[in-house]
């Protein structure tokens, strides 16, 4: 028998459903040493800003974090496409030692010149937080000559976790908001927020408020744009997805502008259906909405139907392994896999708090795992002990998956098809179908019967 | 067209890097280390590094990489990260159990000062480390250099750390392969194997980043150089290091440490590339070289032959690292061809400046060079002046698309394609994928390009 120790600061981090105590332990700092999935407070605000698509975004740093994260998430624009070129200050040795405040400053002022963006984010990394630049002075300096917002983001990479880095990325969207003309707008408005437009997400998500009566004040951050942002105080609700990500924003603009705001998913059916009918709800003198929403619904549901049908009859019983980044994604996610018939067999986040453990509790069946802040040693042996058919996660675990033989969904930023919405049920209910009886697996030792017996018997036991 | 921001107007740019052509030096050192068997690398700094760099890794190799980090909080930054080392490098050893933890530094932990040696010496003292397990370091700050330098750092730390002077001279012969796919470190091995030729490569990433689908994930995977290779990299009569950048810190480090000679050598990129390899290994060793190798030699050759005319007075545009841009720079040369633009990042120094002018003396136009350029400067000179092929990392892609340029995928990250981590280009079996590749981009070009009266079948 294989044994996998677990530290004990993490036991409680791991839960079975049906055992007692429910201790779910989360929202810790990860523990030294660990090979966690998670990102740094730069990658929370930079995921966060980066579809903001005429805006300049300036890394200043070393050359690392800009490159990293050029052009890798696939949040699409109708226009500018300015978000997807890397600019860095590129810091060097004598930058660090005397300062690179100069050099920020000339960055900065040659590239409004060149590019003319409607707004800058200058992204601080960890060094700057170390060597002490005073980001925010030299921000307003080119902000006041160049006529343009120039918005610090306080993102130095080990002040926090990635959370904390959504919120440096709403403090700087907070910046924008309220700057705007709103007379124009419609009392019946929303802003979109924490949809970033990944294979053109939002753009269908748009399309179906179009379509029930409900303007569209902005989106944010997916195919963003910096007028629309400085007007989003106009609108007259906020509805948010990803809630980690914008609800330090909704409750701010709730604080400062009286703007209330609904958490929504846009995965799946049901909670699809929701977002829609919840937003109607909000508008209850406007009763059309209401039944513009019933009406879509119905015709996107009975569009989509007859191929689910099909869908789910290759795939009723399959079992599935979710690891994704927030909480909320999950409950969705498992949702929309009962959909198609499926068991969720192991569920975790990188992010997810207390409340959303239970949730999560109450929504899995008896015996499903649920995991925060894993690692693959914990992920590949609770896989294989539930037998999984499926996992869903993002880039660092898809060859994990592959490794031990079976299907593979990414949910994350490299989607290529569109997910949300009823048209992406129908892709995701594709791609899981396409994944899961792909041909391949059955050459995979673990389909052929050929795998090395001990590994099913893998434990997990506290090493100390 | 997403690089329509890019002019035809160059301004000297000081403070400002755009579309960068290198990256920072931990991926590198990283990289390094998955080339060492049952090797955790672990990142001291903050989350996101490793995070970003496994991720890279993962897209570019489309396998698992494994490494940790030391979560640095706001209080590791201000009172440094020794607390946080310790607690780490006792987390590994009890949860993953590695055989050595390589530790690399980051620009936060270089710049509050941490001393990596102590640290580890503290966490030996306090029983963390187990016996006949190792934690080996090298200093890679993220604003020196470049990940080539990162990758040569953690190399010469294997020598530093493991390689042990005296005892009997052996027959083995070190290599040092340069900052290589895994494919081309198993062309290595093979070329030496088939010259008969005992070897110790370091570092490895054959078995490691280009493994099998086997039905289980394995957190060590069954290739890279292990401990007790490296220790005896002290007793080889000789080093070469392939790739100056990359590989001539550790050789030379080995020289001084275990008078093991070393000599360094371009790497073994196209027809003389790897003759000088092969020609110096037989030196070194006094082997023979076999038939196989020389029939591997003739096929390359009577391709070129075979094709010539497709070759010569073509201009191509290079982006890369410096090692490969240096061999790679002299193989399009030898073809007839007129590398024209010349392009990394990296800060390659005098030295490799001189030689790379040197490579292109007799080509018939201006070329451009520059060192520690990035993508948008050569953007600017394929548009001020055109090539027929660009060759480069997948960001090159864009480029290409634009000025609608044939192109080929060389160097790092390949996000886009696979191929790299399993077909070697290194050796004169490599060398015959490159003329392969170059003659698909140039002649597809052709034939898309060809009238209906102009399109030939036989070509």
């Known amino acids: ?464 | 067209m997403l690089l329509k921001h890019t002019t035809t107007k160059i301004k000297e740019r000081s403070a400002l890097t755009v579309n960068p052509a290198k990256t920072c030096q931990p991926i590198g050192a990283m990289y390094a280390a998955l080339g060492i068997h049952g090797c955790l690398p672990h990142s001291h700094g903050s989350q996101g590094c490793y995070a970003y760099h496994r991720s890279a890794l993962t897209r570019h190799y489309k396998e698992p990489v494994m490494a940790a980090t030391s979560a640095f909080t706001e209080g590791s930054s201000v009172f440094g990260g020794q607390a946080n080392l310790v607690q780490a490098i006792d987390n590994m050893f009890t949860v993953y159990k590695p055989d050595v933890i390589a530790v690399h530094t980051t620009c936060l932990s270089e710049t509050i000062g941490d001393d990596i040696p102590q640290i580890a010496s503290k966490a030996a003292a306090g029983g963390k480390v187990p016996e006949g397990k190792y934690v080996i370091h090298a200093n890679t700050p993220s604003y020196v250099g470049s990940h080539v330098t990162g990758f040569s750092n953690m190399t010469k730390a294997m020598v530093d750390y493991f390689a042990e002077p005296g005892g009997e001279k052996t027959k083995t012969v070190n290599i040092v392969p340069g900052y290589v796919e895994p494919s081309d470190m198993e062309e290595i091995k093979r070329i030496c194997a088939a010259m008969g030729i005992p070897i110790i490569m370091f570092p490895d990433t054959s078995g490691v980043l280009n493994g099998p689908l086997t039905g289980h994930f394995k957190m060590y995977p069954d290739g890279g150089v292990k401990i007790d290779a490296l220790k005896k990299t002290g007793q080889s009569m000789g080093t070469l290091a392939l790739g100056n950048l990359a590989s001539s810190a550790a050789g030379f480090a080995l020289d001084s440490k275990c008078k093991v000679p070393c000599k360094v050598l371009d790497l073994p990129i196209g027809l003389t590339g790897t003759d000088m390899f092969i020609d110096a290994l037989r030196t070194m060793t006094g082997e023979n070289v076999p038939d196989s190798l020389m029939f591997e030699r003739g096929q390359m050759m009577d391709i070129i032959s075979d094709m010539h005319q497709y070759f010569y007075g073509k201009k191509v545009g290079l982006v890369g690292d410096p090692d490969q841009l240096l061999a790679l720079t002299k193989f399009l040369v030898s073809l007839d061809m007129v590398p024209t633009h010349i392009v990394t990042g990296s800060p390659a120094g005098k030295k490799f400046e001189a030689e790379l002018r040197e490579a292109v003396k007799d080509v018939p136009c201006d070329v451009n060079i520059k060192l520690g350029g990035d993508m948008y400067l050569f953007h600017q000179w394929v548009k001020n002046d055109p090539v027929d092929l660009v060759i480069g990392n997948t960001y090159v892609k864009y480029i290409a698309k634009d000025e609608d340029i044939p192109y080929i995928r060389y160097g790092f990250p390949i996000y886009d394609r696979i191929g790299h981590s399993y077909l070697p280009t290194v050796g004169y079996r490599g060398g015959i994928m490159m003329l392969e590749k170059i003659l698909n981009a140039l002649m597809d070009r052709q034939d898309r390009d060809a009238t209906d009266v102009n399109m030939e079948l036989v070509m």
């Open chain 1, 1 to 464: 028998m294989t044994t996998i120790p677990i530290l004990k600061e993490r036991e409680e981090q791991i839960y079975r459903k049906g055992s007692e105590p429910f201790n779910m332990q989360c929202e810790k700092h990860s523990l030294a040493g660990s090979v966690s999935q998670r990102a740094c407070v730069f990658c929370g605000s930079r995921v966060v800003l980066y579809p903001v698509a005429d805006a300049l975004h300036l890394i200043h740093g070393p050359i690392g974090c800009a490159a990293y994260t050029w052009d890798i998430r696939g949040a699409l624009s109708s226009g500018p496409e300015l978000h997807r070129l890397s600019f860095s200050t590129d810091l060097q040795e004598r930058d660090v030692i005397f300062g690179a405040e100069k050099k920020l400053y000339a960055a900065l002022t040659e590239l409004i010149e060149q590019y003319q963006p409607k707004a800058a984010f200058v992204y601080s990394t960890c060094i700057v937080g170390i060597i002490g630049d005073d980001v925010e002075a030299v921000c307003r300096k080119v902000g006041k000559e160049a006529g343009i917002p120039v918005l610090p983001v306080h993102s130095e990479g080990f002040k926090g976790t990635k959370k904390d880095g959504y919120k440096a990325a709403c403090d700087a969207l907070a910046q924008l908001i309220g700057t705007g003309e709103t007379a124009d707008i419609s009392p019946i408005s929303i802003n979109i927020m924490g949809e970033f437009n990944i294979g053109g997400e939002a753009w269908m998500i748009k399309d179906y408020y179009r379509k029930i009566g409900v303007d569209v004040v902005s989106i944010m951050t997916g195919d963003g744009r910096v007028a629309d942002i400085k007007r989003a105080h106009g609108a007259k609700l906020n509805v948010v997805q990803c809630s980690g990500s914008m609800t330090p924003l909704a409750e701010m603009m709730k604080e400062k502008y009286g703007i209330p705001f609904i958490r929504v998913s846009y995965f799946g059916i049901e909670d699809m259906a929701k977002a829609l009918y919840d937003v109607a709800e909000h508008f209850p003198d406007q009763p059309e909405i209401m039944e513009k929403a019933q009406e879509l619904v119905r015709s996107e549901v009975n569009r989509i139907y007859p191929e689910l049908v099909k869908i789910r009859e290759q795939v009723s019983g399959k079992r599935a392994a979710i690891y994704v980044g927030g909480a909320f994604k999950a409950f969705s996610l498992i949702k929309a896999l009962r959909n198609l018939g499926m068991e969720v067999v192991l569920a975790g986040s990188q992010t997810g708090n207390e409340k959303d453990y239970e949730i999560l509790r109450d929504m899995c069946n008896d015996g499903t795992v649920i995991l925060d802040d894993a690692n693959p040693l914990e992920l590949s042996k609770y896989i294989i002990e539930k037998n999984a058919d499926l996992f869903i996660g993002g880039v660092k675990e898809r060859p994990i998956a592959y490794k031990m033989g079976i299907g593979f969904c990414d949910h994350n930023h490299e989607r290529k098809t569109p997910l949300a919405g009823f048209e992406g049920m129908l892709n995701f209910a594709k791609e899981i179908f396409n994944t899961v009886t792909s041909p391949v697996w059955q050459f995979a030792p673990h389909r052929s019967g050929n795998e090395p017996e001990q590994l099913r018997n893998v434990v997990i036991q506290p090493s100390k």
